[in-house]
């Protein structure tokens, strides 16, 4: 296999629960609910993606710790989520060749990027997060995600 950049995330299987609540506590758009995912690896730098281990497959379901809504820098309104798993993944792939270019890993699921007024104000959804298996891709950039009306 060639060396190519990587982008390595596990999409929302429950994108619907986290819709119903988005609309419920008063979002009135988001991105593509089928796009909500968490991102582990970012790396733009060419990679052979033999080296970096593959033995994080099937489910995961995120339970409810330290969630918080958060506003990005590129005006991302994110649901944080806290998750040893997640986190202990990110580190194995640091230590096998991966780099980030943020001062820190904070595992989110971008949910929309048209800020509600009251933000502060919400509970963040506080039901599970169920994730599907890794989805190694090549890193394509920064993506340009489209808002639906909810």
Known sequence: MRPTSLYISRKVINHQDITKWMKQVGFISSIDPTLFHVTLANETAKLCWND???NYSGML???NINRKLSSFDNNAIVLEISSEKLENRWN???NNGTRWKWDNYKPHVTLT???PDNLEQII???GPIILGSEIFNENRGCQEYKEFIL
């Open 52 to 54: 970096i281990p593959k």
């Open 61 to 63: 379901e995120i339970d």
């Open 92 to 94: 194995d792939l640091q």
């Open 113 to 115: 990027y048209s800020c």
């Open 124 to 126: 963040p959804y506080d």
